[in-house]
Structure formats: structure tokens, C-alpha cells
């Protein structure tokens, strides 16, 4: 993207900053980006007190030095003129969206005094916080002192938790984020729904062109002809929902053509035999009914992946809740990667280098003790495998708001999550909202969500304020990273750390914390980790000792390949086959589950990303809402001339329980199966504070009124819509 100058962005900006003598001249600050949750670093231009740039930090593992279009366009969120300005809180009737601007004391006074009714009416934990991002620390933090750990979020239950808890139950280890995928030494990939290019995931888009101009094979499966689609060798335009029968037809081939790593297998897993006798029935005749895919082309990718193994990559996906069945397609996935030794090999999956040690801040005073069941699960019982460390299941802390079991839920706060937008059955979230006592949201526009809400919490951007500490490691890389402001906060807005930090103090919890700025609570983990406070803070990040990533082996003295690698609890080797599955009622070897038939005259409704937008909260971002201000739904051409549609004609779509979407914009293309559309997540706002945004496009989630829960863990598949067009006004 061009470099948007300092002028245009002043015309867009709500108030424009005084220019202070003491600002004059060119300053380069680094921080780390927040568009998405992929942190990279970044350092900001700021003339004459102008916010004017970002750019990639070139010290950055993760940005190597560039960021996306997301993260360039990120600067435009500090101008948004339909940001939140003041607290506010509600007058009329919940969702009239009539409010009265309050001060902050205000504000949290009503918080605090409402959350000790609360509490002292039902106990701490029918208090909940859903949270997304590193801006929730704090919050959390005061929720803990409060007593209360029913804490969710959306990039979880709804997002990669399945994946998760597959790899987890079958080698033994998650994933992460950020993905151990060594897409960059690959040589074959294979990509299941993953939509790298739209999908933005910087370093995977980097590695992705990497692997491309090596010659790796790309091998993508899709109903839709994605831009990594576009890449690809062989490209399988798979019927929506039937992937797992595909992996366990390559599978079969794999075993019946004795093409998969046999050393690799007898010597790492457990249980092959019985695997490889469930395997027997999978075929790819059997496939091409459920998949729509060629047998021979089944055949052909299958031997494709045994032929550059172990440098093979099945990517295991981000956002697998798809059809409810997710975690054992995740598991067929890392199942799939087994067979093909490529869990802990070069061009497969590796495992980070170790992090540096940054201790956390050295609070005195203990959490309370108190109610530590969660009430996302009314039964003991309920999905067995949720049992991560970031496990609580959003829509269980929704149902127990609607049902008041396992115990009620009176009160929620919501921090950087925007619940009608990603939650499926939205009429559901406005029910439980509708018997809340207290709704805060913490937000930086008026959200749908904070049309609902009590109090609304104005928060500076990222651009504004400090923020936790970034500790990672990227490959062999170990990193330091931090976030630090930019420029001031245009209006009354605050950042987290103040916000979370007040609030405790009017609970009466000011003893949770010692500190008073976050420049002093930043100082003292930095320096208690023996870190060089002036370098961090002028060059953002400081880079540890980098460390092996591939597995140990016998036989193999490369460096990089020093990693112990630990395989699963229960039998220290790959699960082939689970016993920790059978034991719970479960398949402990993957089967298939056909998906629901789609009705007569309707589409599977297909949604997911574009380059310029995350989820549904940068559509008012003035920069990135000119390069993409609506969605459009793609419908195959043979299909819109059924219809006599062309492409920039309005639709709406109404989904099988009768919700008709906004309007929305026709996209004719060859590019996708005649059986689906697609739309890219996000659009579609309802709220009229995003006057930018409001009713442009459609939106997937008002659409995603049914679900399947899986079983295994209660990630909330929500790919089982479907849709007819409504043409005509
Ligand atoms: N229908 C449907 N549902 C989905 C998905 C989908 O594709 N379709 N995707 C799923 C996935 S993969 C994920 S990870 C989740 C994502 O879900 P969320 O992360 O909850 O994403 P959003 O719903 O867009 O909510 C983000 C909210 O944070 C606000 N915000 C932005 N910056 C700040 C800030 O600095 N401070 C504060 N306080 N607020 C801020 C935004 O304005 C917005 O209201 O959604 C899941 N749900
Ligand atoms: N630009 C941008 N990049 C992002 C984000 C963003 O908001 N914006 N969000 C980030 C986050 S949190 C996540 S989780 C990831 C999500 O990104 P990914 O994990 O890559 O993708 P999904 O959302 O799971 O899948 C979307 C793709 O799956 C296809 N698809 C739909 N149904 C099926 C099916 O049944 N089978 C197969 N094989 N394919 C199917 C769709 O056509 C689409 O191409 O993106 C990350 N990157
Ligand atoms: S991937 Fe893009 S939006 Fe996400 S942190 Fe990096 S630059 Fe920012
Ligand atoms: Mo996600």
C-alpha cells in the first residue's frame, strides 16, 4: 500500500492534534502491531507530532522486516472518525442504543458497584470476561482478584481449539500459535481450506512465497478457487464438509501402496495395527461419492505427498470449527503427517526454540480462593477434552447466562471481542444479554455488541498506549518484543492497563496492584529478566540465542535437530490409535460423518477472510475501508445465469432458519462450486455509530444461526449453513 502522507490522514482524523513546538521533527518509534494477533514488529513514523507511517521492523522474526496490508493500514484506526470518544452509559431500554457521555469515575464507580451486588447476591464467578488479545491481560487480572475464572474467548471454541486438542490427543503437542508449520522448507504443501494470501498470517504468507519459488508442490483443497488455489499444482475443488473422507482415503493409499514412513511409524507409534485395518474401507472409490474428488486424483496427490516426505506439509488449518466433528478431522490431519514423517522433520512441523525467560511481575497477593468450576460446562462431564489451558468455552458461559446452570451468570465483560460477530446464533448472545445485571464493553467504536452494553468502555488504540511484553519464539528465533505509544489518544479514551487497574481499586482491590504506571510494571519484568530497558524501548525488540527446532534422532547430528521430542502422555508415542478416546466413548481411530444434505435450490454458505480486513473490526478503519468498503457474495457463473444475475447486482440471502442478510453485492466467478457461496467475513454492521461501515455488505454471523458442537472438546462448528438468494428489492 502507498504511504498514505500526513495531509490525508489530518482531513480524516476527529480532532485534529495541536502541533506542539516540542513535537517538532521526524521520530521513529517502535512498537508491535495489533490488526491481528500475529505481533509483529513494527516501527512507527510520527512528523510534527503526525502519526504518517508504520513499516516492519527489520530486526523481527515475524515481520522480517513487513508487515500486511492490514498492519500498514493499522495507522488509520488512530484517525477513525467513528471512534468511541467517552465512557458512556446506557439511559433508555437495552439495545435502544440511547446514552449519556459519563467521566471514567462514573463509569467504573457504577461497575464496581454493580459487580459487589453481584458478587455478594451469587458469588465471584457469576461474573465472566470474554477477551481477545494481549489488551485483556489486566482485565483478566482484576476478574482473577475478584474471584472469578470464568474467562473465554472467541479465538478459541471458535477458532483453533479443535486443532488443538487433535494434534494434542495424536502427537502429543499443540500446534501454537504462532503455527509450527515449516512451510518454507517444504516441498510439498498441502493446504485444506487454508486460505494463505487471504489469510494474511504474515511470516506463513512469506514462507508460502518462499516454498512457491523453490518449486514446492502446492496441493490445495477447496470449494473455492482461494489465491493460494491459484499457486497450487493440483487444485481439489472438494464438496463442502467431506474432508475427512479425503484424508482417510490418502491415508489408505498411503498404507495399501506401503508408501508412508514405515521406520518412522514402528519406531514413534502406537497402535498402527488397528489403525491400518480401519483403513481397509476408506478407498478412493469410496471418497469420490462423499468428495466429489477423482480416484485417480486422490491416488496421484497421495503419492505426490509420500514423495517428498518427510519434507511434506498437511497444514493442519487455524479456523477448523467447521462441521463439529473438527477435532478428529485435526487428528486424521496430524494422523495424515505421521504416516508421512513430517511431525518434527525439516519441511514438516518443527517445534520453537526455547523463549526467553522474562519472570512475570512478582505480585504478593494471591487470587482468591473460591469457585474454580467453570460454568461453560453445566455437566462434570461435558466435552472431556476441553481441558486446555485457554479452555473455556464461550457459548458454554452463554448457555449457562440463558439456563442459570451450572450456576448463573449475571454479569459479563467484553474486551476487544465483538460476541455478535463471532459467536454463532447471534439471537442467542441478545437472549443472554437481555438477563445480565451488567453488560461492560470495552471497545474502541461503537461495536453491535456495545449497543447492548451498560457502560461502554472507550479504549485507546494500539497506536496509544503500552501493552504487555511480546515473548516468544519464532523458529529458532527467541524474542523480546514491546508495544509502546505512538501518539496520544485523540479523545477521553484509556488504555487496558489503567482501566483494568481502576477498576480494582474501586472494588477495593487496589492491593493486586503495587505498580502505578505501565512503564513501571514493563520496567521491572525487563529488568528482571536482566534486559537492556533503553535498547528494548529504542529498538524494540531484543533477540535471544537461537536454538535447535527438529526433533532429535539417531543418526542425525545436525544442530537443528536437537529438539526431545515428547509424543503423547499415555503411551510416549503417536496415538495411531486412542486408547484416552475409547475410554471416553469416542472413536479412538477417525471416522467419517457425512454432512447434512443440502436442501433443494440452496448453497453451502462458505465465508472467511480478505487481505485488508481482520474478523469484523477494521471495516471503519478509514484506510482499509477504502481499499475494501462492502463484501460480495461469489456465485458461480452458470448458476447467476440461472438466475439472470450479473456480477455488482444486490442479493440477499436467507439462511434455513429464515434470516434474510443486508444486501450484498453479486460476484460472478468460475472460481467456486455451484453448490456454494462465499463471502468474506466481517461486513454486514448494524450498528449505526460505524457510520463508515453500516450496511455495507453482508454479514456471515447474523447468517451462522446453526452449529454443531464437538463432543470432544465444545469447539462450535459453523460451517453447516446453508442459504437461498433473494433477488429483486
Ligand atoms: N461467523 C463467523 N464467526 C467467526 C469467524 C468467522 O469467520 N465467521 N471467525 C472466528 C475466528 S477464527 C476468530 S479468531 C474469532 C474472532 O473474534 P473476535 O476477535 O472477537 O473478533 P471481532 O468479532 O471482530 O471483535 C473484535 C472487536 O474488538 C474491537 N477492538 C479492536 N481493537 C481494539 C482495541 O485496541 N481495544 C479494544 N478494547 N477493542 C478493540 C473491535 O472494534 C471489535 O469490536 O471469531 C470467530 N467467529
Ligand atoms: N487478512 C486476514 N488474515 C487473517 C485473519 C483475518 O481476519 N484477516 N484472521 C486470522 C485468524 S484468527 C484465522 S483463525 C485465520 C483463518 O484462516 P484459515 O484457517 O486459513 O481459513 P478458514 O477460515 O478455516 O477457511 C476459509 C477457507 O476455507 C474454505 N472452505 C470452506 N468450507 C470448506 C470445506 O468444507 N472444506 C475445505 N477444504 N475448505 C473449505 C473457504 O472457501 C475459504 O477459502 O486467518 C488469520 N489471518
Ligand atoms: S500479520 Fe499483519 S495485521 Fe497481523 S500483526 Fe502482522 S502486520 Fe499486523
Ligand atoms: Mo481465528
Same mark, same amino acid.
Given at each position: 500500500?502507498?504511504?498514505?502522507?500526513?495531509?490525508?490522514?489530518?482531513?480524516?482524523?476527529?480532532?485534529?492534534?495541536?502541533?506542539?513546538?516540542?513535537?517538532?521533527?521526524?521520530?521513529?518509534?517502535?512498537?508491535?502491531?495489533?490488526?491481528?494477533?500475529?505481533?509483529?514488529?513494527?516501527?512507527?513514523?510520527?512528523?510534527?507530532?503526525?502519526?504518517?507511517?508504520?513499516?516492519?521492523?527489520?530486526?523481527?522474526?515475524?515481520?522480517?522486516?513487513?508487515?500486511?496490508?492490514?498492519?500498514?493500514?493499522?495507522?488509520?484506526?488512530?484517525?477513525?472518525?467513528?471512534?468511541?470518544?467517552?465512557?458512556?452509559?446506557?439511559?433508555?431500554?437495552?439495545?435502544?442504543?440511547?446514552?449519556?457521555?459519563?467521566?471514567?469515575?462514573?463509569?467504573?464507580?457504577?461497575?464496581?458497584?454493580?459487580?459487589?451486588?453481584?458478587?455478594?447476591?451469587?458469588?465471584?464467578?457469576?461474573?465472566?470476561?470474554?477477551?481477545?488479545?494481549?489488551?485483556?491481560?489486566?482485565?483478566?487480572?482484576?476478574?482473577?482478584?475478584?474471584?472469578?475464572?470464568?474467562?473465554?474467548?472467541?479465538?478459541?471454541?471458535?477458532?483453533?481449539?479443535?486443532?488443538?486438542?487433535?494434534?494434542?490427543?495424536?502427537?502429543?503437542?499443540?500446534?501454537?500459535?504462532?503455527?509450527?508449520?515449516?512451510?518454507?522448507?517444504?516441498?510439498?504443501?498441502?493446504?485444506?481450506?487454508?486460505?494463505?494470501?487471504?489469510?494474511?498470517?504474515?511470516?506463513?504468507?512469506?514462507?508460502?512465497?518462499?516454498?512457491?519459488?523453490?518449486?514446492?508442490?502446492?496441493?490445495?483443497?477447496?470449494?473455492?478457487?482461494?489465491?493460494?488455489?491459484?499457486?497450487?499444482?493440483?487444485?481439489?475443488?472438494?464438496?463442502?464438509?467431506?474432508?475427512?473422507?479425503?484424508?482417510?482415503?490418502?491415508?489408505?493409499?498411503?498404507?495399501?501402496?506401503?508408501?508412508?514412513?514405515?521406520?518412522?511409524?514402528?519406531?514413534?507409534?502406537?497402535?498402527?495395527?488397528?489403525?491400518?485395518?480401519?483403513?481397509?474401507?476408506?478407498?478412493?472409490?469410496?471418497?469420490?461419492?462423499?468428495?466429489?474428488?477423482?480416484?485417480?486424483?486422490?491416488?496421484?496427490?497421495?503419492?505426490?505427498?509420500?514423495?517428498?516426505?518427510?519434507?511434506?506439509?498437511?497444514?493442519?488449518?487455524?479456523?477448523?470449527?467447521?462441521?463439529?466433528?473438527?477435532?478428529?478431522?485435526?487428528?486424521?490431519?496430524?494422523?495424515?503427517?505421521?504416516?508421512?514423517?513430517?511431525?518434527?522433520?525439516?519441511?514438516?512441523?518443527?517445534?520453537?526454540?526455547?523463549?526467553?525467560?522474562?519472570?512475570?511481575?512478582?505480585?504478593?497477593?494471591?487470587?482468591?480462593?473460591?469457585?474454580?468450576?467453570?460454568?461453560?460446562?453445566?455437566?462434570?462431564?461435558?466435552?472431556?477434552?476441553?481441558?486446555?489451558?485457554?479452555?473455556?468455552?464461550?457459548?458454554?458461559?452463554?448457555?449457562?447466562?440463558?439456563?442459570?446452570?451450572?450456576?448463573?451468570?449475571?454479569?459479563?465483560?467484553?474486551?476487544?471481542?465483538?460476541?455478535?460477530?463471532?459467536?454463532?446464533?447471534?439471537?442467542?448472545?441478545?437472549?443472554?444479554?437481555?438477563?445480565?445485571?451488567?453488560?461492560?464493553?470495552?471497545?474502541?467504536?461503537?461495536?453491535?455488541?456495545?449497543?447492548?452494553?451498560?457502560?461502554?468502555?472507550?479504549?485507546?488504540?494500539?497506536?496509544?498506549?503500552?501493552?504487555?511484553?511480546?515473548?516468544?519464539?519464532?523458529?529458532?528465533?527467541?524474542?523480546?518484543?514491546?508495544?509502546?505509544?505512538?501518539?496520544?489518544?485523540?479523545?477521553?479514551?484509556?488504555?487496558?492497563?489503567?482501566?483494568?487497574?481502576?477498576?480494582?481499586?474501586?472494588?477495593?482491590?487496589?492491593?493486586?496492584?503495587?505498580?502505578?504506571?505501565?512503564?513501571?510494571?514493563?520496567?521491572?519484568?525487563?529488568?528482571?529478566?536482566?534486559?537492556?530497558? /533503553?535498547? #528494548?524501548?529504542? @529498538?524494540?525488540?531484543?533477540?535471544?540465542?537461537?536454538?535447535?527446532?527438529?526433533? !532429535? $534422532?539417531? =543418526?542425525? &547430528?545436525?544442530?537443528?535437530?536437537?529438539? /526431545?521430542? #515428547?509424543?503423547? @502422555?499415555?503411551?510416549?508415542?503417536?496415538?495411531?490409535?486412542?486408547?484416552?478416546? !475409547? $475410554?471416553? =466413548?469416542? &472413536?479412538?481411530?477417525?471416522?467419517?460423518?457425512?454432512?447434512?444434505?443440502?436442501?433443494?435450490?440452496?448453497?453451502?454458505?462458505?465465508?472467511?477472510?480478505?487481505?485488508?480486513?481482520?474478523?469484523?473490526?477494521?471495516?471503519?478503519?478509514?484506510?482499509?475501508?477504502?481499499?475494501?468498503?462492502?463484501?460480495?457474495?461469489?456465485?458461480?457463473?452458470?448458476?447467476?445465469?440461472?438466475?439472470?444475475?450479473?456480477?455488482?447486482?444486490?442479493?440477499?440471502?436467507?439462511?434455513?432458519?429464515?434470516?434474510?442478510?443486508?444486501?450484498?453485492?453479486?460476484?460472478?466467478?468460475?472460481?467456486?462450486?455451484?453448490?456454494?457461496?462465499?463471502?468474506?467475513?466481517?461486513?454486514?454492521?448494524?450498528?449505526?455509530?460505524?457510520?463508515?461501515?453500516?450496511?455495507?455488505?453482508?454479514?456471515?454471523?447474523?447468517?451462522?444461526?446453526?452449529?454443531?458442537?464437538?463432543?470432544?472438546?465444545?469447539?462450535?462448528?459453523?460451517?453447516?449453513?446453508?442459504?437461498?438468494?433473494?433477488?429483486?428489492?
Amino acid at each position: 500500500m502507498a504511504a498514505t502522507s500526513a495531509s490525508t490522514l489530518l482531513t480524516q482524523c476527529s480532532k485534529k492534534p495541536d502541533i506542539d513546538p516540542a513535537k517538532k521533527g521526524t521520530k521513529l518509534i517502535p512498537t508491535y502491531c495489533d490488526v491481528c494477533f500475529w505481533k509483529c514488529a513494527a516501527v512507527a513514523t510520527v512528523v510534527d507530532g503526525v502519526l504518517t507511517k508504520i513499516e516492519g521492523n527489520d530486526n523481527d522474526p515475524i515481520s522480517n522486516g513487513r508487515l500486511c496490508p492490514r498492519g500498514t493500514g493499522g495507522i488509520g484506526a488512530h484517525f477513525d472518525k467513528d471512534r468511541l470518544t467517552h465512557p458512556l452509559m446506557r439511559v433508555g431500554g437495552k439495545g435502544e442504543d440511547k446514552w449519556k457521555k459519563v467521566t471514567w469515575d462514573e463509569a467504573l464507580t457504577f461497575i464496581a458497584k454493580k459487580m459487589n451486588q453481584i458478587k455478594e447476591v451469587h458469588g465471584p464467578e457469576s461474573m465472566a470476561l470474554f477477551s481477545h488479545g494481549v489488551g485483556g491481560s489486566f482485565f483478566k487480572h482484576t476478574l482473577k482478584a475478584y474471584g472469578s475464572h470464568n474467562i473465554a474467548a472467541p479465538s478459541y471454541a471458535q477458532c483453533r481449539g479443535p486443532r488443538e486438542i487433535g494434534f494434542v490427543l495424536t502427537v502429543g503437542d499443540e500446534i501454537g500459535a504462532h503455527e509450527r508449520t515449516d512451510i518454507k522448507n517444504a516441498k510439498t504443501v498441502v493446504l485444506i481450506g487454508s486460505h494463505l494470501g487471504e489469510n494474511m498470517h504474515n511470516t506463513q504468507v512469506q514462507e508460502f512465497a518462499h516454498a512457491i519459488g523453490n518449486g514446492a508442490h502446492i496441493i490445495v483443497v477447496d470449494p473455492r478457487y482461494s489465491v493460494a488455489a491459484s499457486k497450487a499444482k493440483d487444485y481439489l475443488p472438494i464438496k463442502p464438509g467431506t474432508d475427512m473422507a479425503l484424508i482417510l482415503a490418502w491415508m489408505h493409499v498411503l498404507v495399501k501402496e506401503e508408501l508412508y514412513d514405515k521406520e518412522y511409524v514402528a519406531k514413534y507409534g502406537f497402535g498402527f495395527e488397528a489403525f491400518e485395518a480401519e483403513m481397509e474401507e476408506y478407498t478412493p472409490e469410496w471418497a469420490f461419492i462423499q468428495t466429489g474428488i477423482e480416484p485417480d486424483v486422490i491416488r496421484k496427490t497421495a503419492r505426490q505427498m509420500a514423495m517428498t516426505a518427510p519434507a511434506t506439509l498437511v497444514h493442519p488449518g487455524r479456523h477448523v470449527t467447521w462441521n463439529g466433528d473438527d477435532t478428529q478431522r485435526s487428528r486424521a490431519i496430524a494422523l495424515l503427517n505421521s504416516l508421512l514423517g513430517s511431525w518434527g522433520r525439516k519441511g514438516g512441523f518443527y517445534t520453537h526454540a526455547d523463549k526467553m525467560s522474562v519472570p512475570k511481575y512478582p505480585y504478593s497477593k494471591k487470587y482468591p480462593e473460591g469457585n474454580y468450576r467453570k460454568a461453560d460446562r453445566p455437566n462434570e462431564n461435558d466435552f472431556p477434552f476441553a481441558n486446555g489451558a485457554h479452555d473455556t468455552l464461550s457459548t458454554g458461559l452463554r448457555d449457562a447466562t440463558l439456563t442459570g446452570k451450572p450456576y448463573p451468570i449475571k454479569g459479563w465483560i467484553t474486551y476487544g471481542t465483538n460476541l455478535l460477530s463471532c459467536l454463532p446464533d447471534t439471537r442467542m448472545t441478545i437472549e443472554a444479554i437481555k438477563k445480565l445485571d451488567l453488560l461492560v464493553v470495552c471497545d474502541i467504536v461503537p461495536s453491535e455488541l456495545a449497543g447492548w452494553a451498560d457502560v461502554v468502555l472507550p479504549e485507546s488504540t494500539y497506536l496509544e498506549r503500552h501493552d504487555e511484553l511480546s515473548v516468544g519464539a519464532f523458529r529458532e528465533q527467541p524474542y523480546v518484543t514491546i508495544r509502546q505509544p505512538i501518539v496520544d489518544a485523540p479523545d477521553d479514551q484509556k488504555p487496558n492497563w489503567w482501566i483494568g487497574r481502576e477498576l480494582a481499586i474501586k472494588l477495593g482491590l487496589g492491593d493486586y496492584y503495587p505498580w502505578k504506571t505501565m512503564e513501571e510494571y514493563l520496567q521491572t519484568r525487563v529488568k528482571s529478566a536482566g534486559l537492556d530497558w /533503553e535498547k #528494548l524501548t529504542t @529498538e524494540g525488540i531484543i533477540l535471544g540465542e537461537k536454538g535447535p527446532i527438529y526433533m !532429535k $534422532e539417531e =543418526g542425525n &547430528d545436525d544442530p537443528e535437530a536437537q529438539v /526431545e521430542m #515428547l509424543f503423547c @502422555e499415555d503411551t510416549d508415542k503417536i496415538n495411531f490409535y486412542s486408547n484416552a478416546l !475409547k $475410554e471416553k =466413548g469416542f &472413536d479412538p481411530v477417525p471416522k467419517y460423518t457425512a454432512p447434512d444434505p443440502l436442501p433443494a435450490g440452496s448453497f453451502h454458505l462458505l465465508f472467511g477472510r480478505a487481505p485488508v480486513h481482520t474478523f469484523a473490526k477494521t471495516q471503519t478503519n478509514p484506510l482499509l475501508h477504502e481499499m475494501m468498503p462492502e463484501n460480495e457474495v461469489w456465485l458461480n457463473a452458470a448458476v447467476a445465469r440461472r438466475y439472470g444475475l450479473t456480477s455488482n447486482d444486490y442479493v440477499k440471502l436467507k439462511n434455513q432458519d429464515g434470516i434474510v442478510s443486508f444486501k450484498v453485492k453479486v460476484k460472478v466467478t468460475n472460481r467456486i462450486r455451484k453448490d456454494c457461496v462465499f463471502m468474506v467475513h466481517g461486513f454486514g454492521h448494524s450498528a449505526r455509530g460505524l457510520k463508515k461501515a453500516f450496511g455495507k455488505g453482508a454479514s456471515d454471523a447474523t447468517l451462522v444461526t446453526k452449529y454443531k458442537t464437538d463432543p470432544i472438546m465444545g469447539g462450535t462448528g459453523m460451517n453447516v449453513n446453508f442459504v437461498t438468494l433473494e433477488t429483486g428489492e
